[in-house]
């Protein structure tokens, strides 16, 4: 039971860090692929990164099997 505990810690920490490169590189483009879709309206904007969300996901599988391959 320990070992499930200290692992959803370590994906925490690794999703606030996802979170704060999110926010501070917010103006730079680097995260804005183009299968991700923005809508501007006004003063509304709603981002929905699918193709970054699917890259991430992607490399993190791979991060996190060559970790934890027994």
């Given at each position: ?23 501070i ?33 992607i ?12």
């Amino acid at each position: 039971m320990l070992k499930i505990g200290k692992l959803l810690i370590e994906i925490g920490i690794i999703f606030v860090v996802i979170g704060f490169i999110f926010v501070i590189f917010n103006k730079v483009p680097v995260f804005r692929l183009p299968g991700d879709i923005v809508v501007k309206k006004g003063n509304f904007t709603l981002y929905i990164p699918i193709a970054t969300s699917i890259i991430l996901s992607i490399a993190l599988t791979i991060i996190l099997n060559l970790i934890f391959r027994k």
